[in-house]
């Protein structure tokens, strides 16, 4: 089976998407991993509640962004495999 520019251009925006969906994961786990080790001990009261909300925000976006990202990764494989299987049955067999 040959591989045309269309297929390649459409499997390189599922790579590009599904990457987007890992760099932008790592990001904000790199930020929570940054907040972890910081020394809490001199911080006032305020401070520490500022501090422990960051901590409870960076961990609701790494959910968020780590699931609803490969989420919608997934899907746009999916439904790239599907289409492609759809549009050369008769080359496959």
Do not use: R
Request: glycine share 2%; proline share 0%.
């Amino acid at each position: 089976m040959i591989v045309e520019v269309k297929d390649l251009k459409k499997a390189i925006a599922v790579v590009i998407i599904s990457f987007c969906a890992v760099f932008v994961t790592t990001l904000f786990f790199n930020f929570y991993l940054d907040l972890k080790d910081l020394d809490v001990t001199t911080l006032n009261l305020i401070q520490k509640k500022f501090y422990d909300t960051q901590l409870i925000v960076s961990k609701f976006v790494i959910i968020v962004t780590g699931v609803i990202l490969s989420i919608s990764s997934a899907i746009m494989l999916l439904f790239y495999i599907k289409q492609h299987i759809d549009q050369s049955k008769y080359k496959i067999g």
